[in-house]
Structure formats: C-alpha cells, structure tokens
C-alpha cells in the first residue's frame, strides 16, 4: 500500500491505543478496589468527615465508574483535564503537565544525543574489533550502563563532580534542580528559548544543570544502542557486497563508512523507537534523583498521591509520543533502505 | 514400528546433544560470558547461603515494629565516627568495625547486604519466568491459532508497549497494595508482551515450514504440534530474552523499592537499603552506594551471560 | 604459439587451510599456475576443489579463519604473500580486477550504480588528473580507451604542475563512467548511474560488475564462476562480452568455472584443479583432443554430448575428498582406475609431458 495509507492506518491505531491507555489507567486509579482512593489526592488529614463527602461529590467520584468516564472524556474534548490534587495546588492538569514537560522533553532530547554519540561509535568499534580487546573492553561499558541502577548512578556523579570536586577545589557542576525559567517562551525548549533570545548566562547555566542528569540518562541507554550497532555491523561486514568493495581496492575506512554503515544502522534506526520509550521511562528515576522539575518527578509525587486527572494527562501524552516515534522511526527506515515500498 | 520411532527419537536427541555440545564449546571460548557466569554462580551460592551465614533476624533490630517508620536514625562508619542526628531506635551493641558502614539504624551495611541478596534473586527469579511463561505461552497459542484472538492479543500488546514501562509498574503497584506479592504481580504484567512478540514472530515463520503440514498428515494434534516441535524449535531467542530480562527485572524491582514500594522499611533488600540513604548522600555515601554497587554487578554479571548467549546462539553467526 | 616469455602471475606449492569447529580444512594442498600476458586461463574443477581459494589468496581477502601454509604467489616477479594489508590494497586497486558469482550479493544494495562505479575511479586521483589534462590537448571527450592507453606513461613534468580542481576530476570520473558502461554493451548509461542495483537486471548488473573492474585497468582479471548466476542466453551473451574485451584491453585473465563448456568457450588455456591441486595443465584444444590426467579423462567422458549417442551418463565413481581428512599422496587415487602403491604416499607434482602440456600424474 501507498505510503500515507500507511500512516492513516498508524494514526487510526494511535487513536484506539489511547482510549485504551485512558481506560486502563481510569480504572486502575478510579475503579480498582484496592490501592489509593481516588479522591486521596484532594483531601488532607485535618478536613472533617462532611468536608471529605464534599470533595467526592465535587469531583464526581461517587458516581458509577463508567459515568465517570463518560464525563471525563467529555470534559477532555473540552479541553477541560481536571484539577490536580493537593500536592500541585489544585491547578488544573493540563497547566501543571505543561509547565514541566519542556524540562523532560530537554533532558531526553541531549540524553538521546549522547546516547547517539557515545553509542553508535561502541557498537562500531566492537564490530570491526570482534573479540579482540577493544571489543571486549566496550561490551563491558555497553553492559555496565545496561545493568546500572538508574537511582545509584545519579548518586555517583552527584557525589562526585559536585561533592567530591568542590571539596577538593575543582570546578564543580551544580547537583541538582535547573535556573528558573528566565527566558521568553518562543520553542519551549529552556536551551534554545534563552539562544533565541540570546541570553548566554542563562544558555551556560542550563547546561551545566544539564550535563549530569543526561549523562545519567544516556549512560543507561547506551549499552542497548551500542549493542545493536554491533549486532548490526556484525552480520553486514560478512556480506558478500563487503568482500566487492575490498576487492576492488577501497580504503577499509571507505569501505566502513560508506558500504558497511548505512547498511548496518538501517536495522538500529528501527529499534531506536523501542529504546526512545526506556529512554522516557527512564527520565522519572532520574528526574528524582536530580531534582530535575521535569514531568517525571511529577507524576511520581502523583503516583503516591493516586491522582488520576494527572496521571491520565501524563501517560495519554506519553503514549502518543512512543507511538508517534515508533511511526516517525517506521517512516524513516522506508526512506533509507531503497528496496523498502510500503 | 515401536523401535523405528524409539531409534529416530535417539537420533533427535543425538543431534540436539551436539549441537549443546558445540554451543558448549564456543561459551567456554568467550572470556565475558564465563566471567559473567562464575559471578553468577558466586552470587547465586551466596544467596543460597545468606541466611545460614548471616543471622535474618540481625535485619529487625531491638525495639523495632513493622508499624513504626522511624525518622530519626544514627549514620556509622566505624565506633570513633558517628554521626548523629538524634537518638535512633536501634541501638548497636558492643564496638564493632563495619566494614561498609551502617545504615540509618545502626545495622551492619554487608551483613544487611548479604541478607538482600536472596530476597531479590528470588523474586527476580519469579518474575522473569513468571512473565516469560504467561507471555510465551499466550503468545504461542495466539500465533498458532491466528485470527481473531491473535489480532486481539496484538491489539493488547500494543497498548502495554504505549506505556513508559516504569510508569505502568508504578501505577500497578501503587494500586495492588504493598506486599511483595503484588509487586511481583505489578511487574510480571509489565513485563510479559515482549515475550508474546517474540515467540509470535517465531511461531509464526516455523508455522509455515514444511514439517508442520507433515506431522499434521500424520494425524498429530495441534497441541502436540505446538508444544512438542513448534515451541521446543523456538526456545532458543526466549532463553535469551529469560537471561537479559533478568537483569532488567532485578533493576526494576529494587528500583520501585527505592522509590518506597517496599513492604517494610526495615526489609534488606538492596534498592531498600539505598532509600535510606537518600537524603544523606554527601554525608553518609555508603549507604547508596554499597547496596547499589551490589546490584551492579549482580546485574552485569548476569546480562553479560545473556548478551553472551545471545551470540552465541544467534544462527548466523554459527559456523 | 606463446614464446616462452616469464608469467604474469605464478603460484608456486600454495597451501591454506582454514581452521574450523569441525577441524583444520586443508583447502588449497600445492597449488601451482602460470598466467602468461593477454592469455586467458581457466581454472576448472568442481565445487569445492579450491578454485575460489585460490583467487581469494591470489588477492588476499581470504576470510579470518584462514592461513597460508606455505608457497609462493609472484606477480611480476615480486612474491604477493609477503606484501602488508596496505600494499595489498594498493595491488587490488591498480592491479588487480576481480568479478564474482552473483550480482545480487555482491552489489550493495543501498548505493546507487554510479556511487559504486565512480568511486572505482575515483580510488586513482592523479590518473584521473592525468586524463583531465590530456583531454585538453585532444580537446575532444576522452574515453575509455584512451583511458586505457595512459596507463603506464609518466606524467611529464609540465603536465605534473597543472592545476585541475576537484570538480573537473569529478566530472571526468562521470564521464568514463559513462563512457565504460557503453563499453559494456549497456543501454543508456546515465539513468543506470542513478539506479539501484535491485532495479536492474542479473545481466545488466554483472556487465556493470565487469564495468567496475575494468575501471581499475588491471594487469590480472579474476572472473569466479560469474556466468554460474545467470540462465544461459545471458550467459552466452557475457561469454561473448568478454570475448570481444580480451582484445581490448591489455589484462590476462584467470576464469574461475565449474563448467567446462563456459572454459571451452572462452579460454586459451585449461588448468583443471581438484581437491586442492591442480592436476592438468593445456591449451584448450590439447585437453580435450588428448586429456591425460585419469580425472580429466574422466571429465570429459561424463561431458553428455548432443552430437554421439551414448547410453548411460558415465559419473565418476566415489566422493570429493573429504578435505579435514584427505586421503595421503594423490587426492584422486581413491577414485582412480589407474591407482598404483606411489599415489598413496606422496602427492605427484605437475611436469611438462607434452610440449605445453603439463600433468600431475604418477602415469607419466
């Protein structure tokens, strides 16, 4: 079939997951018998008895499950998310998702840059030195980063360049948390916000907030990148079409990056939209760790809060993102390899 | 016809030997997998020793009840450097070096470690091959069968891949309540559509092999098909995913016990243990990082096992 | 007919092996040839004798697992075994052009015709210059041939000093790309420059194949089995190609085939290889008037012919030799009616029986 039939057939898929991530998380935090009250969120442990009966029927949570769906679907299209619960002020979801998913969407934007750049040239360097040493040397880095405790490495690196290095008098990178935001809202983006508006202290100071939490992001996700690069390069360099290119006297750096690699990343690039979903999930421990006001550390402070207007912002978000990635990355894979018509 | 099929039975299995023979082999000739195996293996015997080396009861200190969560506590290194925050509810008897420290209640950091170390073998144990199980089998049977329940089953997975997987665990465990059950429940549902796009993948190519129509005008039935030939000649790329999963499910599992999933404060478990230190970590870094160095290796030891295996099963890269 | 002038390419006593799982493969147990200047030799023998071994040796790209034993490969004189990877390189790129099997596999899918003809030229940056400043003085478009015909000659030093920027090296790279497909006999060269090898045909990509070892103006053209792809009319047509470029260009060539017909067709010389050596050594009309070795006797009698009646298809009775556990001295005996106590011990080596008429044979 045609390429946009592809796509429509994608988006009408995108469509039904949502009303089933919706669904899903509704009855867990509305309807499911067990677990946090839904309207835990909203009290606190000095309102009287009727105050409490107040708030549920405020919020319309005495009603049946399903009608309470039906009202929420209907408020949604709306536009109207509901309010947050105590912990956020009571603002209204969509304003507290908003306000923080820029810090997420920056940390996850340079964690995958790192993660490309620290990954891919892993994978390579394994592939072309299979079992040799530095093969051996980089699976291990690769793995490590795979099997490090996300809440153990933010840790390390705090402790380290900030602890550690002003103890000793080096230069040290700040722990935790980011500037305000100090900069006129053009993209979103913190970072490119204050160069659009050219304001350079708040550009360094971001990035150095910056430099720990995505290294810790990327560390985690590099291993798996690296290792499919490997896999990858691995089964191209024994193809025949590599031999040709040998044979016919080509330099091996050529016959690496211009034979070899385009061939080898066309199977990562397709993968990329199943580590692109760690790599968000990812972000809420490292969030935590790092005081990073990104969405993660939200929706945490949600979770233990059962609020479900939050929480139903954040994963019907999150859901369209994977699959908008995994479409975008579908897509991609179509226009790299020229043998591929959908 | 009885000893027909008993001698081509011995000829199967005669080449399923060698083959095990040679994957044998090039595992021995790999220096990380049989590294990550010996660390295995060592983790593996400690934890079957834990509790014989190690006193369990030396985890619930004098004084202390499941109901209390204590919020002041004494950080140690050693008897000369205490750091005090407030008089503490256990207190520790008789001087002591600790050779990892303490945590916030006065309890022996390696001792707690070595307790914690089966706690999350075991549970990791279960949820892998819980997960794998569950996913594997509805994912053969759907893949087999095909039609409307596969479509189904796809539709399913495919709305537990939208979620950020830390995500869902949270909100399942949040919501199942806190023991260790449900957690282990929370994260075999998490963890179990990958295993249903794998085995469906490969039910779904060896479904079209020739020796399936042929057992089938032999009269075999479907289950036997399934179970005894289609699934047992798919095993290899799930034993993989068992021993990869693993790793990542040790990671998950301590890491909702961090975030304060845990059952019990006072529980060793090794991402528990680190919670406690989450507020003092420039003042008493050992409390995290003794327990997380901990499931580092247990975690990399057993990820280069499968990373290993994973080569050297792969088809194409046996000679 | 050939004055007795010294081979292009001499193999002396080669032996590989490849190191496996199952054991050591003796592959390759002594390997000797001679390829004398614009001469065609084919090497023939079954699957598994060693003939792609040997090209592969001849080249330096055998896989990891392989080891040169021992022997000798003198190109010009100068022994190719002691070469590094890098000198190597060098030979491959100016010296010698190989084309294999199947196209398909051996053309990278994702790079456009043109990326993997052009950079073939693009390897020889001062030819290239060369021919950008030769074209000015002939003011015409330089082609092919004319390409051909400076290899070789020095540049003189005023020509050495001219400045030729990167685009006109480009562009005269596009055009003997252009021009060389032409050569090959192919229909409209600029829009298969822009395709995909998937796009074209099993025929048109091995022409293009040829097309990029011709680009490299070799001194030694290695052709393994590359009509053994193709069905038979194609075949005949790149037999025919190759015909008409032996005159052309100034290379000697080494077919590699399994099939003697494709060797009758095309070859000045037949050197029949099994298991591992090579047992017969003859100008094409010699071998088949008079074979000697029992194996080639053989060959030729399970040849079926259309023009005789002949009842039974006569095989050759036995297996290929099992090549981790070969059996000692001759590697035929097993299977040869003439078998003496000698074969068993030793392996005999090639000597010149007839003039121009070399065998490996305790017989003689």
């Avoid at chain 1, 954040?314 to 390899?337: C, E, G, P, S």
């Amino acid at each position: 079939m045609k390429l946009y039939e592809y796509i429509i057939r994608r988006l009408i898929l995108l469509v039904f997951v949502l009303f089933a991530v919706s669904v899903v998380i509704f009855y867990l935090l509305r309807g499911f018998p067990t677990g946090i009250a839904p309207w835990a969120a909203y009290i606190h442990p000095r309102m009287t008895a009727e105050q409490i009966e107040a708030v549920i029927r405020a919020h319309g949570f005495d009603r049946p499950i399903w009608e309470q769906y039906f009202y929420w679907l209907r408020d949604v299209f709306n536009g109207d998310w509901g309010l947050t619960g105590i912990w956020a002020q009571g603002r209204p979801a969509n304003e507290v998702f908003f306000n923080h998913f820029p810090y997420t969407v920056e940390l996850s934007v340079f964690g995958t840059i790192l993660t490309i750049a620290i990954g891919v040239p892993l994978g390579i360097i394994s592939a072309i030195k299979n079992n040799k040493l530095p093969d051996h040397v980089s699976r291990v880095i690769a793995l490590a980063g795979y099997s490090t405790p996300a809440y153990w490495f933010g840790f390390i690196l705090q402790l380290v360049f900030f602890y550690y290095f002003s103890l000793w008098g080096l230069p040290h990178l700040p722990s935790s948390g980011a500037p305000d935001f100090a900069v006129a809202k053009i993209i979103g983006l913190p970072i490119f916000d204050g160069l659009l508006a050219g304001n350079l202290t708040y550009v360094w100071d971001e990035f150095l907030h910056l430099i720990l939490p995505s290294f810790s992001l990327s560390f985690i996700s590099l291993g798996f990148l690296a290792r499919i690069v490997r896999a990858s390069m691995l089964e191209v360099l024994r193809q025949d079409y590599i031999t040709m290119a040998r044979s016919k006297g080509l330099k091996e750096r050529v016959v690496i990056y211009r034979h070899a690699l385009k061939n080898a990343l066309i199977p990562a690039v397709t993968l990329t939209g199943i580590f692109f979903a760690a790599i968000l999930g990812g972000a809420m421990i490292t969030e935590y760790v790092f005081s990073w006001p990104g969405v993660g550390q939200q929706a945490l402070r949600a979770v233990f809060q059962g609020d479900s207007n939050f929480l139903l912002v954040y994963n019907l978000v999150f859901a369209t993102v994977i699959v908008l990635a995994n479409l975008v990355v579908d897509v991609i894979y179509a226009f790299l390899d020229p043998r591929i018509k959908y | 016809m009885q000893s027909r099929s008993s001698e081509v039975r011995k000829g199967e299995w005669e080449a399923r030997l060698a083959d095990m023979k040679y994957t044998l082999y090039l595992f021995r000739k790999n220096p990380l997998v049989m590294s990550g195996t010996i660390i295995s293996l060592f983790f593996i015997t400690l934890a079957l020793l834990a509790n014989i080396i190690v006193d369990p009861n030396l985890a619930y200190p004098e004084g202390y009840s499941n109901a209390i969560y204590p919020f002041e506590r004494k950080y140690m290194w050693s008897v000369d450097n205490m750091i005090n925050w407030g008089p503490g509810i256990a207190l520790y008897h008789g001087p002591e070096f600790f050779y990892l420290g303490t945590d916030g209640w006065g309890r022996d950091l390696l001792k707690m470690v070595v307790l914690a170390i089966p706690i999350d073998l075991y549970y990791a144990v279960i949820i892998t091959i819980g997960a794998a199980v569950f996913g594997t089998l509805l994912g053969a049977i759907a893949g087999y069968i095909g039609g409307v329940m596969d479509e189904a089953l796809l539709r399913i997975t495919d709305v537990f891949f939208a979620f950020p997987p830390l995500v869902l665990a949270l909100v399942f465990a949040a919501m199942f309540g806190r023991t260790l059950e449900t957690l282990v429940l929370s994260l075999v549902l998490v963890w179990w559509p990958p295993y249903v796009r794998l085995i469906r993948g490969q039910v779904l190519s060896e479904k079209e092999k020739p020796y399936v129509e042929a057992l089938r005008a032999l009269g075999a039935s479907h289950s036997r098909i399934l179970f005894r030939h289609v699934l047992l000649n798919s095993i290899y790329p799930i034993l993989v995913q068992v021993t990869m999963d693993f790793g990542g499910v040790i990671l998950t599992f301590s890491a909702l016990m961090f975030l304060g999933f845990s059952p019990s404060p006072a529980l060793p478990e090794l991402g528990n243990l680190a919670s406690d230190g989450y507020g003092h970590v420039f003042d008493a870094p050992w409390v995290i990082f003794f327990p997380g160095l901990t499931m580092l290796i247990i975690s990399l030891a057993f990820n280069l096992v499968g990373d290993g295996l994973r080569d050297i099963l792969d088809p194409r890269l046996r000679r | 007919m050939k004055e007795k002038e010294d081979p292009v390419l001499e193999v002396k006593d080669l032996r590989v092996d490849f190191h496996t799982y199952r054991g050591e493969v003796k592959a390759l147990n002594g390997v000797a040839l001679k390829l004398y200047k614009r001469e065609v030799l084919s090497l023939v023998g079954e699957s598994g004798c060693g003939k792609s071994v040997t090209a592969l040796t001849i080249i330096n790209l055998l896989p990891e697992n392989a080891s040169v034993l021992g022997g000798e490969i003198l190109f010009k004189g100068i022994n190719l075994l002691k070469k590094s990877k890098e000198e190597m390189r060098v030979l491959r790129a100016e010296e010698f052009a190989s084309v294999f099997q199947d196209p398909m596999t051996f053309l990278n899918p994702v790079l456009t015709m043109g990326t993997q003809l052009e950079e073939v030229f693009m390897l020889d940056a001062e030819a290239l210059k060369q021919a950008v400043v030769k074209q000015k003085s002939l003011r015409r478009d330089l082609g092919y041939s004319d390409f051909l015909s400076l290899k070789g000659e020095h540049q003189s030093p005023s020509t050495s000093n001219v400045e030729v920027s990167k685009a006109e090296i480009k562009k005269m790279a596009k055009n003997l790309c252009v021009d060389i497909l032409r050569i090959v006999k192919l229909p409209d060269p600029e829009r298969i420059l822009k395709q995909y090898p998937f796009e074209l045909s099993g025929g048109m990509r091995q022409r293009c194949m040829i097309a990029m070892a011709l680009a490299r103006r070799p001194s030694v053209f290695i052709a393994d089995e590359i009509t053994t792809a193709l069905d038979v009319t194609i075949q005949a047509q790149i037999l025919h190609l190759m015909r008409e470029l032996r005159d052309t260009i100034d290379a000697s060539t080494l077919m590699i085939t399994h099939d003697l017909a494709v060797a009758a067709e095309i070859a000045d010389k037949i050197a029949v290889m099994y298991g591992g050596n090579v047992v017969e050594v003859a100008s094409t009309r010699e071998i088949f008037r008079n074979p000697l070795h029992p194996y080639t006797k053989m060959l030729m009698r399970a040849i079926p012919t259309v023009t005789r009646s002949v009842e039974k298809l006569e095989a050759i009775p036995g297996t290929v030799p099992d090549l981790i556990d070969p059996p000692p001295g001759c590697r035929f005996h097993p299977r040869c009616p003439s078998a003496m106590e000698k074969c068993n011990i030793e392996t005999p080596e090639l000597k010149e029986i007839v003039e121009n008429h070399e065998v490996a044979c305790y017989l003689y």
